[in-house]
């Protein structure tokens, strides 16, 4: 993701208001390593902004998706995560705590789709989580 400067200039550009409200989703975003999801996201900006909505916090997320500043996680298979780190990168998360950490390894592993899917997709990126418990946890 772009610093919140940068990034408030991108915005801007494709015409979204920048408000006090999303420029504090940025800030929350900014460097952030927690993989938080939307919710979490959510009760940040409303402990400073009690009026904001979900929806608020939700369309902006999707917003930085589609333009490519934060990487969109589906990891649990209720809620989606978000990550403003977009280099390539992998996961690895406890099934007890939920923690998501980085993992900055690169695996040269021969990953490839399926010869019957080839024709269907083209295929930018591929990313490995691997589910454990965590130390804490443990
Ligand atoms: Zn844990
Ligand atoms: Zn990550």
């Known amino acids: 993701m772009e610093t919140v400067e940068k990034l408030t200039g991108i915005l801007r550009n494709h015409g979204m208001k920048i408000t006090p409200q999303r420029l504090m989703i940025f800030k929350v975003m900014e460097n952030n390593t927690s993989h938080p999801s939307a919710e979490e996201v959510f009760k940040r900006v409303k402990r400073v902004y009690p009026t904001v909505s979900f929806t608020t916090i939700y369309k902006t997320l999707e917003t930085l998706r589609d333009l490519g500043e934060v990487k969109e996680l589906i ?26 950490h980085d993992i900055f390894e690169d695996f040269s592993l021969h990953v490839k789709l399926p010869d019957s899917l080839k024709k269907d997709y083209t295929v930018s990126g591929f990313q490995i989580s691997f589910h454990g418990t965590c130390k804490e946890c443990a």
């Open 75 to 100: 990891i649990d298979e209720d809620r989606k995560h978000y990550d403003p780190n977009i280099n390539t990168h992998h996961h690895v998360i406890c099934s007890n705590c939920k923690k998501i």
